[in-house]
């Protein structure tokens, strides 16, 4: 198993660009979820899903947007890109509501 | 919203000995708590978890303790080494148990 992926590693984007973020779990996990942490932080969760077609916001999820339209991926959108929103982007899986299983990151500079 | 925070950013601990890393949390109901360890550049990776129905869980060369009078957890690592050094962190679930809540994390370095 390739556990939890995610695509790009690293992303430059200009003010007001939008991007896609692209997770996708092998595990057959019914949770998923994105994760933002700022330098020196913790993770602040964005959106989670509970399996496929249900998702819902988190602790931060204004400027994003998120789909689950199958039980593998979990894309996280980036509308209008601001630069409060650089930071490292973390998508996790679980098969229940506890060990969750995180992929290598996204790093994304907004200029 | 819950707070989950550490008393102290960094510790430096000499190979060899042991390490307590402790964490304090606000949500008296939160009833599930996990430990991460997040080396530099990659994603967080479970160490231990612990329910709130226990005080005590041990695992290899790691233990968490749950004090739940004080709503306080700590992890403890025997015989720390190198490659321990890293930031921990611990979480605790929501009053639904689908959102967790981290805390800022604690730097651990392993002097050789």
């Known amino acids: 198993n390739a556990g939890v992926t995610q695509t790009p590693k690293f992303r430059i984007l200009k003010i007001g660009q939008s991007m896609t973020l692209q997770c996708t779990q092998d595990?057959?996990?019914?949770?998923m979820y994105w994760y933002r942490q700022d330098p020196g932080m913790g993770l602040k969760l964005i959106y989670y899903s509970v399996g496929a077609g249900i998702t819902d916001k988190g602790e931060v999820p204004n400027g994003y947007n998120v789909s689950r339209s199958t039980t593998e991926d979990f894309p996280l959108r980036l509308e209008l890109a601001a630069p409060s929103q650089t930071s490292v982007y973390f998508c996790?899986?679980?098969?229940?509501?506890?060990?969750?299983?995180f992929g290598p990151g996204t790093r994304l500079l907004v200029l | 919203g819950e707070s989950v925070g550490l008393h102290l950013p960094t510790l430096s601990v000499q190979e060899g000995d042991n390490s307590i890393i402790n964490c304090a949390y606000s949500n008296s109901a939160s009833d599930y708590f996990i430990w991460y360890k997040q080396e530099s550049g990659k994603g967080p990776q479970f160490i231990i978890d612990i329910r709130s129905n226990m005080d005590k869980r041990q695992g290899q060369r790691v233990t968490v303790l749950l004090n739940k009078t004080v709503k306080h957890l700590s992890l403890q690592i025997a015989a720390t080494q190198p490659g321990d050094s890293a930031v921990y962190f611990c979480?605790?679930?929501?009053?639904?148990?689908?959102?967790?809540?981290f805390g800022t994390g604690t730097s651990l370095t392993v002097i050789p």
């Open positions: 996790a899986s679980s098969p229940r509501k506890e060990t969750q299983y």
């Open positions: 979480a605790e679930t929501s009053n639904t148990g689908n959102q967790f809540y």
């Open positions: 595990m057959n996990h019914n949770y």
